[in-house]
């Protein structure tokens, strides 16, 4: 099943939107158009992705639309690779490190189909009107709950064992790239 998921740059392109936007169905010509690639071998990695069960199809309005299958066998762990992969290629962390000094940078699945308190706890303090403003215009177009605080403030909330900084913390979905603030996480 692995030799079909990652055989090609092109299905690395389509894999890579259409698990950053679950919910969206897309055809052909579109896809084509929009990741810049021939029709015929978007057409190829569909129809192969769709063999093997990880992307459903419909129509609608005489087009063939493709969609995620999220009952496929390994959605969860392809979407995991997929994101976390997207997250280092993306380098929002050293974007962020460029704009800001920062003491943590907690990533916490921004794409994910789970409902989470917050997408990303930063530690500092910054404008956050500013970093929204980047966060849509650079790296995803779409809203993404943060969470700001200085170091005393998270130093405080770790303290009292706020079960918001910890569930962050401990979460397995969670990916740390920066982190000052070793001595403060030690003990959780």
């Known amino acids: 099943m692995l030799k079909t998921l990652f055989t090609s740059n092109v ?13 969206k169905e897309y055809y052909v010509r579109e896809l084509s158009r929009d990741l810049d690639e021939q029709v015929n071998a978007i057409r ?4 192969s992705m769709h063999k093997i069960g990880l992307l459903k199809t419909r129509a ?25 992969n997207f997250v280092l290629d993306s380098q929002i962390h050293e974007d962020l490190k460029k704009l800001w000094e920062i003491n943590l940078l907690i990533l916490n699945w921004i794409f994910i189909d789970k409902q989470k ?10 404008d956050s009107k500013k970093l929204q403003e980047y966060l849509l215009s650079e790296i995803w ?16 909330r770790i ?5 918001f900084v910890i569930s962050l913390i401990r979460d397995k979905d969670s990916i740390i790239p920066i982190n000052k603030v070793k001595n403060i996480l030690k003990n959780i």
Not at 117 to 126: G, K
């Open 11 to 23: 299905r690395l392109k389509i894999l890579k939107r259409f698990f950053l936007n679950t919910e």
């Open 44 to 47: 190829r990695e569909l129809d």
């Open 60 to 84: 609608k309005n005489r087009k063939k639309y493709f969609y995620l299958n999220k009952f496929f066998l390994i959605y969860n762990e392809l979407s995991s690779i997929i994101l976390k």
């Open 117 to 126: 308190e917050a997408d990303m706890l930063i530690v500092w303090e910054m």
């Open 141 to 156: 177009h779409k809203n993404v709950k943060f969470s700001l605080m200085s170091k005393d403030e998270f130093q405080y």
């Open 159 to 163: 303290d009292i064992n706020d079960n």
